[in-house]
Each structure stands twice: as structure tokens, then as C-alpha cells.
């Protein structure tokens, strides 16, 4: 019972506040015109007599005295009779006079009698100058503030009360909490969804007032959301367009690196079959065509582990770093023993998490190029280091073959360290390239920085949690 009380007392409230407003209404009705209707109308009369006569003072210096009569017809039409007198005070035209000679002494009243207003204006017409004298009469009204006064004495005092009452209650139950809950939904229009109510009534408002807390915490979370998932969405697209220019990159840079020896191979199989100067001994040359067959099968082979990287499922386990840089190193031992390099392997003993497989390769070729491209005698320095959110791998080789300044591009697809693109000074240039893709596949940061003689690469994995 006591749920249903509150449930409709709101309609209660509304119900007496209607009724309590609409006496109001009545009461300021019956007040507002008794106080102003008599005063009013004869202040809208006059004003309309007089806004009239200004306009026709207004058009009159445009207006000669044959078209200021046709136009003076509508005066008559509103109630107002007038007429026109020259400056010696003869009759000039008047409605129901011909226009004749007339000689009348002119008649203008200074005091007009009660409910009369009359003006005169002197007009300076285009061919002459003519005063014109109106004159209206107002209806009274005053009979109606006598019926409202007999009135008032029963219904003021009582009305008032329930008046002042009945804005008591309304500004205590409806307009605080009201203007509350309007500014509320306001600030949600806005996107402003910290914003609460505080109204804890146990009616309809509170409910509305509670209900609309509810909807701005839930959109509070759902907008957070969003904007989380459109940001992931944001950076996922962007990786997708640098991922497609990288591919449109790599197939360009295929193209070009297969058909220099698809037309050398071509060449040498037309020279040999014709049987032409210098390709007369075929035996030296089918063994060279045969070389640039395995360099091309090399280089399909680099390209078909590029792809793969892109579409192999990840298997992430536990990794001993120094542990897989010693296994890394190991078939390496013949090269390093013959260059005569110093490789130390220094710092932190550090686990990571990612795929072996897909880390092993990328150290490899990490490796492998900094061994290739050291001078006889020089150092590789790989060194690991801990701090609180990240492992750090860093590889440094000194001194190299050549400049190495020129480090900015070195993980685009065939690319070389040395630029003039001979197979002599290296591989197929897609080593960096595929470190590249395996630590972006890995969520793994790579970054390579060179100087004249020195090269450095800098690996950074997330801290194991």
C-alpha cells in the first residue's frame, strides 16, 4: 500500500499544483485587467491615431494634394474623420464636400471633449502646403472595472493564499529537483558523462534521478570503451597500410632483383645455343648460369620465410636469452675463428617470452650480419640488460668494411649495407628485412643506429609479468 502511495503521489502533487496554478491564472487574469484594460486600450488607440497620422506626415513631402486625398481614404476606414485646410483657413477638401471655394472659420478644438483625440499637422505638400485636422472617438469601457471590483473582495483574499501556498509547494517538490535532473541530462547532451544527480526521493523523480545516474555511468564506460577500441582500431589500420606500401615495396624490389638474372641467364643460354665468341666454352658457362639459378633459389627461399612469418600460428614459451645467443653463435664458429673477430657475450641472465622458432631465426640473421660485416680482427659486443619494464638486447660490431652511417632504410626489403647491390659484398638483402618482420610479428621493439665504422642494433622485449 505504502509503495503505491509513493508510487502516485507525484500525481497528486502534480494534480494540486495544477489546480493551485490555474487559480493563480485566474486571480492575475482578473487583476491584469482590471488594472490595465481601460488604460491600455485608450494607450493602443492613441498610439494607432498617431503611428497613422506620422506615416501620412511621413509621405506627404513625396506627395502632391490630388494623391495625398485618394490616399487619405483610409482614414475613413478607420473611424477617423478629417480634413484639409490651406494656411489662410479656408476649407480645402473634407469627406462629403465638393472641392469648392469654401470659406469657413476653422473649428480645431485645444481641449478635446472626453474619448475624442484629434491632431493637427501642417504638411508640405509637393505643389502646396495644407494642415490636416483628425479627430477620433473611443468607445469607453470603464463599465467593466466596476463588475471586477464588485468582484475582488470575494476571491482575492482566498486565491492568494492558495497562491503563495501553491508556489511554496512547487518550488519545494518540483522546480529543485527539476532543474537538477534538466542541467544533468544537458551536460550528458554534451558528452559529459561524470556528471550526477543527487535527488533521493522515493517518487517518480527519484527513480528518474537514479535512473539517469545508471545511464551516465554505463556511458561513461561505453564511451571509454570505444574510444579504446577505435584507437586499436586506428593503429591496426595504419599497420595495415604500412604493411600493404611494404609489400607493394617488396614485390617492386623482387621484380627488379629476378630479372637482372632471368635476362643474364637468357643472355648466356642465347650465346651458348648460337655458339658465339666468348660463349663457345659452355661448360664455364652453364656452371656461372647455374650459380645465378641457386642465387635465385636463395633469395625465393628468404622470400617464401618472409611470408610465412606473416602466417605462422605463435607458440610463446620461456626463453634463456644468453642461452639461445650461445646456440646462435655456435654454427658461426668457423667464421668467426677465420676472421679472427672477438664476440663476448656480457650483462643480466634474462628470460623472455616469445617463440623460439621466430627468435632464434631473427637473432641468426642479427648475427650473421654483424659477422659478415666486420673488419679482420674486430669486436661484437652483445650485452643484455634488465630494468623494471623491459629486456634490452644490444649487438654492437666495430670495425666494419665500410661506411655504415647510412643505417635509416636498412630494414626495408633488399636493401644492403653496401649500396651498389653486388651479390660479392653480401646476401640477397632481405636478412634485416625478415629481423624486421619477426619482431613486429613478436610485438617486439628493433631499432638500428650506425656510425662511420660502427654498427649498433638494440632490441627491447616487455618485461616478463
Known amino acids: 500500500m505504502k509503495r503505491i502511495i509513493n508510487r502516485h503521489r507525484i500525481t497528486w502533487k502534480l494534480f494540486l499544483l495544477t489546480v493551485s496554478l490555474l487559480i493563480i491564472a485566474v486571480l492575475s487574469t482578473v487583476g491584469f485587467l482590471y488594472a490595465t484594460l481601460p488604460s491600455y486600450y485608450q494607450s493602443y488607440r492613441e498610439d494607432q491615431f498617431h503611428t497613422t497620422m506620422l506615416d501620412i506626415k511621413n509621405i506627404s513631402q ?36 465638393e472641392r469648392a471655394d469654401l470659406r469657413q472659420a476653422r473649428t480645431f478644438s485645444v481641449n478635446a471633449p472626453e474619448g475624442m483625440i484629434q491632431e493637427s499637422l501642417t504638411l508640405e505638400l509637393t505643389d502646396q502646403t495644407l494642415i490636416l485636422e483628425a479627430n477620433q472617438m473611443i468607445q469607453p469601457i470603464d463599465e467593466v472595472k466596476s463588475v471586477i471590483l464588485h468582484l475582488a473582495p470575494y476571491i482575492i483574499l482566498p486565491l492568494l493564499l492558495l497562491a503563495v501556498l501553491a508556489a511554496f509547494l512547487y518550488s519545494r517538490t518540483i522546480s529543485r529537483p527539476l532543474l537538477t535532473i534538466n542541467q544533468a541530462t544537458r551536460e550528458l547532451a554534451h558528452l559529459n558523462f561524470s556528471v550526477r544527480t543527487h535527488h533521493t526521493s522515493s517518487d517518480e523523480l527519484g527513480d528518474l534521478s537514479r535512473n539517469i545516474n545508471r545511464l551516465a555511468t554505463k556511458l561513461e564506460s561505453t564511451m571509454h570503451s570505444l574510444q579504446a577500441s577505435n584507437e586499436q582500431l586506428r593503429l591496426e589500420s595504419e599497420k595495415d597500410r604500412q604493411r600493404d606500401t611494404e609489400r607493394r615495396h617488396l614485390f617492386l624490389a623482387i621484380s627488379h632483383e629476378l630479372k637482372t638474372p632471368l635476362t643474364i641467364i637468357k643472355g648466356q643460354i642465347e650465346g651458348m645455343s648460337l655458339n658465339l665468341g666468348a660463349y663457345k666454352d659452355r661448360d664455364y658457362y652453364l656452371e656461372r648460369a647455374g650459380q645465378v639459378i641457386e642465387n635465385m633459389e636463395g633469395l625465393l627461399a628468404e622470400l617464401l620465410e618472409v611470408a610465412r612469418v606473416e602466417q605462422v600460428a605463435l607458440e610463446e614459451q620461456d626463453i634463456d636469452l644468453h642461452q639461445m645467443l650461445q646456440q646462435q653463435l655456435h654454427p658461426l664458429e668457423n667464421f668467426i675463428t677465420e676472421r679472427r673477430l672477438h664476440v663476448s657475450v656480457t650483462g643480466d641472465a634474462v628470460s623472455v617470452r616469445s617463440d623460439p622458432s621466430l627468435l632464434g631465426r631473427a637473432l641468426h640473421n642479427l648475427l650473421m650480419n654483424a659477422v ?94
Request: contains cysteine; aromatic residues 8%.
Open 62 to 97: 513625396q506627395t502632391s494634394s490630388t494623391e495625398l486625398i485618394a490616399k487619405l481614404g483610409q482614414l475613413s476606414a478607420l473611424g477617423i474623420r478629417f480634413s484639409l485646410w490651406t494656411e489662410s483657413n479656408q476649407l480645402f477638401y473634407a469627406p462629403g464636400f
Open 372 to 465: 659478415c660485416y666486420t673488419a679482420n680482427a674486430g669486436t661484437i659486443q652483445i650485452t643484455t640488460h634488465l630494468t623494471d619494464t623491459e629486456t634490452i638486447l644490444t649487438i654492437t660490431n666495430q670495425p666494419t668494411l665500410h661506411d655504415t652511417s647510412e643505417t635509416a632504410n636498412w630494414f626495408d626489403p633488399l636493401v644492403r649495407s653496401e649500396q651498389s647491390r653486388n651479390r660479392i659484398h653480401g646476401g640477397s638483402g632481405l636478412g634485416l628485412y625478415l629481423v624486421h618482420q619477426i619482431m613486429e610479428r613478436l610485438g617486439v621493439a628493433a631499432h638500428l643506429h650506425g656510425t662511420r665504422d660502427q654498427v649498433t642494433v638494440q632490441i627491447v622485449f616487455p618485461k616478463t609479468s
